[in-house]
């Protein structure tokens, strides 16, 4: 598969960069002053692109590369593929489901904790030395037992339901459709309106459309009121993030655990002085045995089809 020209958007992970390498001819796209001048010399060349979260693929890319058979996202989500211009022209597309379920989950409820135990804040507390001069810690809030609502109950918000569950949480979700499998264990909100105002916990956990960007607006956002938290490990834009930020400001939100911005990597210079606010750089799925797993599923995928074998996890 030596011959076969593939196309990296941008820097991903060192492992899935080698693998690449070693079974295709690998374009690193950033090693080109341009978009432009990669084209105009290796367009012809490209049957593949990995693309990931922060440089996917749009129509104009897809459509500057006349051979490409095929696109492999190192992430689960699909908002940065052009999917509408992939199915036009035939293009197979493949992500990394379930292998970064449980990692996302798991940040997930321990961006929880870190809110209401104030974790982060605590730590400083320790290390600044503030707990030899200073009182007791003042009181947290108890996570245990909270109410959770979540939006979106795919296998991410599935696996974050079963944590939630362990913890006492009673668990409640929205989602385009009741789910048959989540049975009478989670009670079903067809308006997420509903959803945040029985909920004081809301985790957002759906996947970025054009239906579900801004779902959490400035009305959910006040449903949840002054004690509630929203923690986001799904993408920014689910979240009107100006309403986020004047709620949290205002004191009319509670609180808030933060994976996902709607402009990363800038995060709102208002958020970085609250205690109430934990914020992470986008890194749901980051840990070595999950990064490598995912890798393990691109290069699978492209094998896959360069063999003309079934791919693994086909979206289109
Ligand atoms: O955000 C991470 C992913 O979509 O995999």
Known sequence: MESIGVLLTCPM???????????????????????????????????ALVCDTKIGADANTIDSLPNLEIVSTYSVGLDKIDLKKCREKGIRVVNTPDV???????????????????????????????????????????FS????????????????????????????????????????????YPNILDLA????????????????????????????????VIINIGRGPIIDQRELVSALVEGRLGGAGLDVFEN?????????????????????TDTVETCNDMADLVIANLEA?????????PVL
């Open 264 to 284: 990363e990597p800038n995060v709102p210079e208002e958020l970085m002085g609250l205690e109430n606010v934990v914020l992470t750089p986008h890194v749901g």
């Open 145 to 188: 037992g909270k109410s959770v609502g979540i939006v979106g109950l795919g296998r991410i918000g599935s696996a974050i339901a079963k944590r939630a569950a362990a913890f006492g949480c009673p668990v409640s979700y929205h989602s385009r459709s009741e789910k048959p499998e989540a049975g009478s264990s989670y009670k079903y």
């Open 305 to 313: 089809h360069f063999s003309g074998k079934p791919l693994l996890t």
């Open 100 to 142: 970064l379920t449980d990692d996302v989950a798991d940040l997930a409820i321990a961006l929880a904790l870190a809110v209401f135990r104030k974790i982060p804040h605590s730590d400083g507390y320790v290390k600044n030395g503030l707990w030899k001069h200073g009182s007791d810690y003042p009181l947290t809030t108890k």
């Open 13 to 47: 992970y060192t492992n899935l960069h080698e693998q690449l390498a070693n079974r295709f001819n690998l374009f690193k796209l950033w090693n080109f002053s341009s978009f432009q001048s990669f084209s105009q010399t290796h367009a012809n060349s490209v049957r």
């Open 197 to 228: 105002a029985n909920s004081q916990i809301l985790v957002v956990a759906c996947a970025l459309t054009e239906e579900t960007r801004h779902i959490v607006n400035r009305q959910v956002i006040d449903a949840l009121g002054p004690n509630g």
